[in-house]
């Protein structure tokens, strides 16, 4: 989820994006985002993981860059 940015109470700038992830053999996880600029803009997201419930983790920042 890209974080936000709010301007006349119009939040254009937020967004979720599914994302691919697999996890190596050394445990650890690979992200893959579209490679489509106009869908991953580059900027500040959190990232989050659902459970089979639905319930997302504590989430970590990251940043997209260009």
Known sequence: M???SVTHSL?????RIPV???VDT???FLVKVPL???VAVPG???L????VKKVPSISKTLTQHQ
């Open 11 to 15: 939040n254009g700038e937020q967004r």
């Open 48 to 51: 989050f993981a659902l459970n």
């Open 26 to 28: 050394g445990g650890e």
């Open 36 to 38: 489509d600029p106009g």
């Open 44 to 46: 500040y997201y959190m």
């Open 20 to 22: 691919v992830f697999t």
């Open 2 to 4: 890209r974080l936000s």
